[in-house]
């Protein structure tokens, strides 16, 4: 079965999810419940591409914590996604051993072409 990492009151994360269950079966997964481990966020990592693109700059925290004035490597992206889960992008999509991560139109029509 798939699974969609999302958390539950997030409204984007809810309409992505509607739309994937439209072509499939979804196993739902609360990531602020049931946090990533750090093999998860590396098999995203992998799959996805790096650790940036599965990195969401629009968390609060990212403003808060001043990180947008920072440069950020790989380590510190990855390091980030394991410690709070509002840095990963949303929502997370599995379908088998390959990832999607996020809401943009062209990642979720990705799914719904790979389901």
């Keep these: 079965m798939n699974t969609i990492y999302l958390l539950p009151s997030c409204s984007t994360c ?21 946090p990533l481990t750090e093999a998860e966020v590396d098999a995203i990592a992998a799959s996805v591409g790096t650790y940036e693109d599965i990195f969401s700059r629009r968390a609060m925290l990212y403003r808060q914590r001043e990180l947008n004035k920072q440069t950020l490597t790989e380590e510190d992206y990855k390091s980030l996604i394991l410690e709070h889960y509002t840095f990963l992008k949303r929502p997370v999509m599995r379908i088998g051993d390959t990832y999607f991560a996020g809401s943009a139109k062209k990642t979720v029509e990705a799914v719904v072409r790979a389901v």
């Design 14 to 34: 809810q309409r992505v999810l509607k739309t994937v269950k439209q072509v499939g079966d979804w196993s739902v997964r609360d990531i602020k419940s049931e």
